[in-house]
């Protein structure tokens, strides 16, 4: 016959040998089981309100660096209109002048590497590089570059289309960098030639290196194709390191934004992240922080946890220890009152101490329930530590938001340039801090704005406004200033360092334009006419926002009664 042993027997012998073990026991299990339910669940719920927190913070981080990203872009562009004007200037393209303007263009422009102009009649060019890196020895693959980039260019000469390369290492600075194309259009619209420009990212570098929080969070640009253009680690950047892998990066081609908690192959590790693309790049902003680094603070909250529950679990044993010991009552009372524990550990509630207990069941009744008690205020201590994390958290969210509103004060709604109180505001400082140089103002209303709305309604006077304004954001220097003055058909352009001739000439070049480009809108062409006045002053601390305004509407409206096509300098 097989005799079968039970493995757990000698730990039932020993137990069963002393009612001071059992009871000791029971004090064990009715102090973890709880714990053990109980806190995977506290963790899990906290744990998930700081994710879901997190995630909606990096998403708008995320988010709030496309728009400056844009603007950066279109600055480039917009620098290119404005050597585009300067080479037009010039008789015959002379060859020294063209390179002294260029030299002086790379110059002023930080990103700037190298420019190409390749003129279309007569398929020559002129390459110049940035002086600080001419002594390079890469410089002379650089121009080898740059002739392959106009041999390739050299014969379209119909082409006329302005565009962006996709990002690419730079032979010369080894870091990221793309390539402008800009096509010079004369005024009958005949292609002089094309300039090409090598430009530095330095300042997606810049912008994302401002993004810094916990010991691991940061900010990452990448291109269309997972490369690196901007990151905290500036070998990956000079290597343009690929994050293809990374899931995230695979989920920028499939949505705009949104956020994703994912394992990070390029960090090896698990990371939460949120990203934004950057739609007319094809770039895409990713804001990521490890996820170690988040649940690190609970850590420590829940090491503290149970190193009080285990010290109290040793303070329970030892008043079960001294009870048992105090009890002196027949076998047949012990025997009721030990069937009466049995029953009651299984559900694990105290309740009220039964009548005419025993003195010590009583102290370790009462014992047993302070316990229970301080476990339950360790417990809403964690829940109110949780709540005032997540609180300031949604503190940080409100604070981001503010201050994109913040950045919208400063626009007219309606056209999207400068409004009036902005305008002022930085006139004022350039008054104060450019004193002995001139400032040029120039003022202008449309003449037959109000027959317009009058004949055609509101929505076409804000079509014009809205063409207005556009004409004078693409054909102004970018350290000038167009606003919208009043809200209605008053526009206003500060010219910095102005002078007589160039203002006179900016504002002819304008008067032109918008006379010459007449609004389209249900087959119904609204042509435009333009009053101006202009005044230019050199700044002296007796020169004033208010003084300089009132002059110019003083010679706008001397122009509306002499002529409205004339224009006059004061």
Request: with cysteine.
């Amino acid at each position: 016959m097989i005799k079968i042993i039970n493995p757990l027997s000698p730990i039932f012998d020993y137990l069963s040998q002393s009612i001071s073990r059992m009871i000791m026991l029971t004090f064990i299990l009715a102090l973890s089981l709880p714990l053990v339910f109980l806190l995977p669940s506290l963790n899990e719920n906290i744990w998930d309100d700081v994710r879901n927190d997190n995630l909606v913070k990096h998403k708008l981080l995320a988010t709030s660096l496309v728009e400056p990203i844009k603007l950066k872009v279109l600055s480039y562009q917009s620098s290119l209109k404005s050597l585009d004007s300067q080479l037009q200037s010039i008789d015959s393209f002379d060859q020294k002048s063209v390179e002294l303007i260029i030299k002086d263009f790379i110059e002023v422009k930080e990103d700037v590497i190298a420019v190409t102009l390749l003129l279309s009649e007569n398929a020559s060019f002129t390459t110049t590089v940035k002086e600080e890196f001419q002594l390079s020895p890469r410089y002379a693959n650089q121009r080898k570059d740059l002739d392959y980039i106009v041999s390739e260019n050299r014969y379209r000469i119909h082409d006329t289309e302005n565009s962006i390369s996709a990002v690419f290492k730079s032979t010369i600075s080894t870091q990221p960098a793309i390539l402008l194309r800009h096509h010079i259009i004369a005024k009958d619209n005949m292609k002089i030639g094309t300039l090409f420009v090598e430009t530095r990212l330095g300042y997606m570098q810049q912008i994302c290196g401002q993004i810094s929080f916990g010991n691991k969070g940061h900010c990452a640009i990448v291109d269309n194709e997972g490369k690196i253009i901007a990151h905290p680690n500036a070998a990956w950047v000079s290597q343009m390191k690929s994050l293809s892998n990374d899931k995230i990066v695979q989920q920028l081609k499939h949505s705009s934004s949104g956020t994703l908690d994912y394992f990070s192959s390029a960090n090896n590790e698990a990371v939460i992240g949120g990203f934004a693309m950057v739609d007319s790049l094809d770039w895409g902003v990713i804001i990521s922080q490890p996820k170690a680094e988040i649940d690190s603070p609970f850590a420590g909250i829940k090491n503290a946890i149970f190193i009080w529950v285990g010290f109290g679990v040793l303070v329970a044993l030892f008043i079960a220890f001294i009870v048992t010991r105090m009890i002196t009552r027949p076998l047949n009372t012990l025997v009721a009152k030990a069937k009466e524990l049995d029953v009651r550990s299984d559900t694990y509630r105290l309740g009220e101490v039964p009548n005419r207990s025993p003195i010590e069941i009583k102290v370790l009744w009462r014992h047993l329930a302070k316990l229970i008690v301080d476990f339950q205020e360790a417990n809403s201590e964690v829940k109110s530590l949780s709540g005032s994390l997540s609180k300031d958290l949604r503190k940080v969210v409100i604070e981001l938001r503010e201050t994109n509103l913040k950045k919208t004060r400063n626009v007219d709604l309606l056209t999207g340039i400068t409004n009036k109180e902005c305008f002022k505001t930085e006139l004022g400082k350039s008054l104060q801090i450019h004193a002995g140089e001139e400032v040029g103002i120039i003022l202008f209303d449309i003449d037959n704005y109000k027959s317009i709305v009058t004949k055609s309604g509101q929505n076409t006077g804000n079509d014009v406004l809205k063409h207005v304004a556009n004409i004078l954001r693409n054909n102004i220097r970018s350290g000038d200033m167009a606003v919208r003055y009043n809200d209605k058909d008053r526009f206003a352009i500060y010219i910095n360092s102005s002078n007589p001739e160039s203002l006179q000439g900016t504002a002819n070049k304008l008067h032109a334009l918008v006379e010459s480009s007449p609004v389209i809108k249900e087959n119904d062409a609204y042509h435009l006419d333009l009053s101006m006045g202009l005044v230019i002053e050199t700044i002296n601390e007796k020169l004033t926002v208010g003084s300089l305004m009132a002059e110019a509407e003083r010679v706008l409206e001397d122009s509306k009664y002499q002529d409205q096509s004339t224009t006059k300098v004061a």
